[in-house]
């Protein structure tokens, strides 16, 4: 999948095959500079090792998941690179693909790495909240939402499905939408958790702009939701709207 460029040396200027001395130096200084790369590398593992994750910062952790991509040669700059335009880990991890594409030397390959990195980041919070009790493990559920949504570019609208003991037995992305919006219908929500046998409902969407603050059109449908589920005797227990940098409960700010 790698798009890294490859070179073919077969041919060469008679100039230049007539300098004796210059290919032993060039051959001498690539040797060397990828001995210190080598070297380098291995002292990060080490240090890594040694102390864990708090042990390296955050370009160090970048440069160690970008050698599955790149075998040889020096991936500090493409790691600061990567974090000088999108920010943080979180978002380069999360960032979209042709987003990433225009950081120059990221190709297919490199893309791939760091989508895998984010899926298994989204496995390991969602692996903390599937199957237990929403409401004792909400710190879990914050954090499973903040992973999986909080740097989206565009809207996405999930549904977390309760049993009797609200407990979770299903996540699921109900919708897509822009920017700033997403469609969303209350009827197949509601059927969706009949299918289910749920007795209860977590809302959840983001805002790509990074403020949480519920809308006029988040609040309208809210209660259009509600209003689909009380008829049923389902129980909407919240709605999370995510930012980049906290989340909005409707419950705890009194819509609910």
């Not at 790698?2 to 200084?29: C, H, L, N």
């Not at 599937?130 to 609208?157: G, N, T, V």
């Not at 059927?191 to 949480?212: C, F, Q, T, W, Y």
């Not at 809308?215 to 709207?241: C, E, N, W, Y």
Request: one cysteine or more; aromatic letters at 6%.
């Amino acid at each position: 999948m790698s798009d890294q460029p490859s070179f073919a040396f077969d041919e060469v200027s008679a100039s230049f095959a007539d300098a004796p001395a210059a290919k032993p130096r060039a051959a001498g200084s690539s040797r060397g500079a990828e001995a210190h790369r080598h070297a380098h590398r291995q002292r990060l593992r080490q240090r890594f090792r040694d102390g864990g994750a708090d042990a390296v910062p955050d370009y160090e952790l970048l440069e160690m998941v970008l050698y599955r991509a790149i075998r040889r040669g020096d991936t500090k700059p493409l790691a600061k690179a990567l974090l000088g335009k999108f920010g943080d880990l979180n978002h380069v991890l999360a960032a979209p693909s042709a987003r990433l594409k225009e950081v120059e030397g990221v190709g297919d390959q490199i893309v791939f790495e760091l989508k895998l990195m984010e899926a298994v980041g989204h496995r390991m919070a969602r692996a903390r909240v599937l199957k237990k009790p929403i409401l004792s493990s909400w710190d879990a559920l914050l954090e499973y939402c903040q992973s999986a949504m909080a740097h989206r570019d565009i809207e996405q609208f999930r549904v977390l499905y309760l049993d009797r003991k609200n407990v979770l037995i299903a996540d699921e992305a109900q919708a897509e939408g822009t920017v700033d919006h997403v469609p969303v219908y209350p009827r197949e929500i509601v059927k969706r958790a009949l299918e289910l046998n749920a007795s209860a409902l977590i809302l959840v969407h983001n805002h790509p702009s990074g403020d949480p603050t519920p809308s006029r059109s988040d609040i309208d449908m809210t209660f259009q939701i509600q209003k689909a589920a009380d008829l049923l005797g389902i129980v909407l227990h919240d709605h999370l709207v995510i930012g980049k940098a906290r989340e909005v409960s409707f419950r705890s700010e009194g819509y609910l």
